[in-house]
């Protein structure tokens, strides 16, 4: 793929200050849940691809969690959250009525414009902003394919809260949907020409989707995740190496152009 | 004591630097021109501190140390970024950026021998020098970084009194400017270290810099950070860092201390000016909530008035008498 246009650029609005939630549903899918907050001034700023800083209640975790947009509809947001750490468990038993602190949006969006035809690629709670996406590339009309691959059973409750239309799953142990990886659904799919990749998972399967996305002579975009502490560019924790140097998620990302990161 | 109608006087003098409060960011916590890109209003209006110290410039630019460079442990985080900067020359330009910044600026500087930090310095003074009125920044002061763990030059030279005065008298000679000596608690004696910097020319002494630490991962037992080893910052050094101070503070009566460590409310800024810390700085804290500056200079406020002073000056040293 050559370099031909620009970086992803910031022209939709970072808001750190601090909003204080209202949880308004909870959904559970085995390990994963998927919290929806009532914050108006963060969902009318929102874009695909951003992400928030929420606060673990109880004041037992010093640092609050970067957690993509699952979704945004009218004045809520929801978060898709897997139980993988002390943290992220505390925030999947969050229930109706409780009070949560957030932070955003914040970091880069998910360039769509002009998109015809949008092909999603995510691995395990790196779906987690393809929802978003997928619901604005449909809404303007754009034709979207997504494809999920999970190491198992136990990972692939996630794919439960997604709701696009045509939407493949593979897990490594064959539990559910094909057998294998994302990359074997990827094999098996009629790409139309110029379709736009947007990638979100593990490095392995990033280098994975970029390795097919150049092959295909397609261009795309990634999210990565990174361990943060602000979350708003100040302490260049979060730091991934790209063509353009060492460059934080927080800041520069968590959208890159999938030609630039070196997975 | 009595408190005025109008609440404390929270002003204090860092040396020559007039703060409005005692308040200050840690180097490397909080970047002015980030918060600025996410905020509402005009940050530059509404900037919670009473001075800037931005992250740490080296002569050099600096890649930092491979990710994962952070992790949270109880009470704390790791981290080990590396003095990541684009190095004192590019850094320079940017200044013209920020000019509008009320506030008293403390150029935080690194490096790994004596002639790189009189480098930094003297570029600094250089390019002020050439500077018309209001085109810079109003950087008034430097704080000697001569303490962060997180870099691979042998000996931190911090830890030893030799080089602490080395890097003092370099810097000494490049400016006339407030010069404040940021020490490590990784020493068996932190007063040893503060003695070499106040005789080698140093204003003040801020302290303390990150604990050395190790955090492992899980799953593999191995170091999980990229640098292997970091700096553990946050509540669980309040305690370290407090006795620190206060040796700091009664070793050099008269001596401006800048204190930190684990600073996350006003009561424990308090803390540290009962310790005889002449103004505190905010680290950890700030990357908990984008409120958090604004909101420890409130409770600070409320803290003097609970517990019956009518100034910070008042304050300062409380725990230290008998």
């Given at each position: 793929m050559s370099g031909e246009g620009a970086h992803v650029e910031h022209d939709h609005t970072q808001w750190a200050e601090t909003s204080?939630?209202?949880?308004?549903?909870?959904?559970?899918?085995?390990?994963?849940?998927?919290?929806?907050?009532?914050?108006?001034?963060?969902?009318?700023?929102?874009?695909?691809?951003?992400?928030?800083?929420?606060?673990?209640?109880?004041?037992?975790?010093?640092?609050?969690?970067?957690?993509?947009l699952f979704a945004v509809h009218a004045d809520r947001i929801s978060l898709l959250i897997e139980a993988r750490g002390g943290g992220s468990e505390r925030l999947t038993q969050l229930d109706v009525g409780d009070a949560v602190d957030v932070a955003g949006p914040l970091g880069s969006a998910f360039p769509t414009e002009g998109v015809r035809n949008a092909l999603l690629v995510g691995g395990g709670i790196g779906c987690a902003p393809l929802q978003y996406l997928a619901d604005a590339l449909g809404a303007a009309g754009a034709h979207v394919t997504a494809a999920f691959g999970f190491r198992d059973f136990r990972s692939a409750r996630a794919a439960g809260a997604f709701s696009i239309e045509r939407l493949?799953?593979?897990?490594?142990?064959?539990?559910?949907?094909?057998?294998?990886?994302?990359?074997?659904?990827?094999?098996?799919?009629?790409?139309?020409p110029g379709t736009v990749v947007y990638a979100c998972g593990p490095t392995p399967m990033v280098a994975a989707v970029q390795r097919w996305t150049f092959a295909e002579g397609l261009r795309?975009?990634?999210?990565?995740e990174a361990h943060m502490a602000c979350g708003t560019g100040s302490c260049h924790g979060c730091v991934v190496d790209t063509a353009r140097g060492r460059l934080r998620v927080c800041a520069e990302g968590p959208v890159f152009r999938l030609d630039e990161v070196t997975a | 004591m009595s408190v005025r109608a109008d609440g404390p006087d929270l002003s204090v003098k860092l040396g020559p630097i007039a703060l409005e409060h005692p308040l200050m960011d840690a180097s490397g916590t909080f970047d002015l021109l980030e918060y600025a890109q996410r905020y509402d209003g005009d940050y530059f209006e509404?900037?919670?501190?009473?001075?800037?110290?931005?992250?740490?410039?080296?002569?050099?630019?600096?890649?930092g140390n491979p990710a994962p460079r952070i992790t949270e442990t109880p009470a704390g985080m790791v981290n080990a970024i590396g003095l990541e900067n684009p190095g004192v020359h590019a850094?320079?330009?940017?200044?013209?950026?920020?000019?509008?910044?009320?506030?008293?600026?403390?150029?935080?500087?690194?490096?790994?021998?004596?002639?790189?930090?009189?480098?930094?310095?003297?570029?600094?003074?250089?390019?002020?020098?050439?500077?018309?009125?209001?085109?810079?920044?109003?950087?008034?002061?430097?704080?000697?970084?001569?303490?962060?763990?997180?870099?691979?030059?042998?000996?931190?030279?911090?830890?030893?009194?030799?080089?602490?005065?080395?890097?003092?008298?370099?810097?000494?000679?490049?400016?006339?400017?407030?010069?404040?000596?940021?020490?490590?608690?990784?020493?068996?004696?932190?007063?040893?270290?503060?003695?070499?910097?106040?005789?080698a020319g140093a204003d003040g002494l801020s302290l303390v810099n990150t604990l050395?630490?190790?955090?492992?991962?899980?799953?593999?037992?191995?170091?999980?950070?990229?640098?292997?080893?970091?700096?553990?910052?946050?509540?669980?050094?309040?305690?370290?860092a407090l006795r620190m101070v206060a040796e700091v503070a009664q070793a050099f009566p008269g001596t401006p201390i800048v204190g930190m460590g684990g600073v996350m409310t006003g009561l424990d800024a308090l803390e540290f000016i009962a310790c005889g810390a002449t103004a505190v700085a905010v680290g950890a804290a700030n990357f908990t909530a984008f409120e958090a500056p604004s909101r420890i200079v409130q409770e600070l406020r409320d803290e003097l008035c609970a517990h019956g002073f009518a100034s910070v000056d008042e304050a300062r040293g409380v725990a230290l008498q008998a």
């Open positions: 204080h939630c209202r949880v308004a549903a909870v959904r559970h899918f085995g390990a994963f849940a998927v919290v929806e907050l009532i914050a108006p001034r963060v969902a009318r700023r929102a874009a695909p691809g951003q992400f928030v800083m929420v606060t673990v209640p109880g004041g037992a975790f010093l640092l609050r969690r970067p957690i993509s493949s799953v593979a897990t490594e142990d064959a539990s559910v949907g094909r057998a294998g990886t994302v990359i074997n659904l990827l094999a098996a799919l009629d790409v139309a795309g975009y990634v999210s990565l | 509404d900037f919670p501190y009473a001075a800037y110290v931005p992250k740490t410039v080296t002569a050099e630019p600096r890649t850094w320079i330009e940017e200044l013209p950026r920020w000019a509008r910044l009320r506030q008293p600026v403390v150029v935080s500087i690194g490096g790994n021998a004596p002639e790189q930090y009189a480098a930094v310095v003297a570029a600094l003074e250089e390019r002020l020098a050439g500077a018309s009125a209001g085109e810079l920044p109003r950087i008034e002061g430097y704080e000697l970084n001569i303490s962060c763990p997180n870099v691979s030059s042998g000996l931190q030279i911090g830890a030893d009194p030799a080089s602490t005065r080395e890097v003092l008298a370099a810097c000494r000679q490049a400016t006339s400017r407030f010069l404040l000596a940021k020490l490590t608690p990784n020493v068996r004696d932190v007063t040893e270290i503060g003695a070499a910097a106040v005789e050395k630490a190790l955090v492992l991962d899980a799953v593999t037992l191995k170091p999980f950070l990229g640098n292997r080893t970091g700096g553990l910052c946050g509540p669980a050094i309040k305690p370290v």
